[in-house]
């Protein structure tokens, strides 16, 4: 069983910044990516950042030059480092991840955190 948990979400300023964290648990054998996507109340799911396994990473054209993302594979977590937030930031901010639980299979499945909340606004 696998488990994505997301923290660091909360209230912030225009202009500030905040770090997201999202850690993975259970019986993991690889982390091929990490991601984070956002969810707008009456808007589609977009992809925020990745990171695979290699480190490379890609971003959506809205938060290029002011999110980061990162790991800590040691910790199978990844972090988005987020600043000059925007109100248009605001939404619920989801933790993926592509993992293989079994080296026998080599299955990869995509799995989910919850979300945390994201909201910018003075």
């Known amino acids: 069983q696998v488990q994505l948990v997301e923290s660091g979400g909360g209230l912030v300023q225009p202009g500030g910044s905040l770090r997201l964290s999202c850690a993975a648990s259970g019986s993991i054998f690889s982390i091929s990516a990490m991601g984070w996507y956002r969810q707008a109340p009456g808007k589609q799911r977009e992809l925020v950042a990745s990171?695979?396994?290699?480190?490379?990473?890609d971003y959506g054209d809205s938060v290029k030059g002011r999110f980061t993302i990162s790991r800590d594979n040691a910790k199978n977590t990844v972090y988005l480092q987020m600043n000059s937030l925007k109100p248009e930031d605001t939404a619920v901010y989801y933790c993926?991840?592509?993992?293989?639980?079994?080296?026998?299979?080599?299955?990869?499945?995509?799995?989910w955190g919850q979300g945390t909340q994201v909201t910018v606004s003075s």
């Open positions: 993926s991840a592509l993992i293989t639980t079994t080296q026998a299979t080599g299955v990869v499945l995509k799995y």
């Open positions: 990171i695979t396994s290699s480190s490379s990473t």
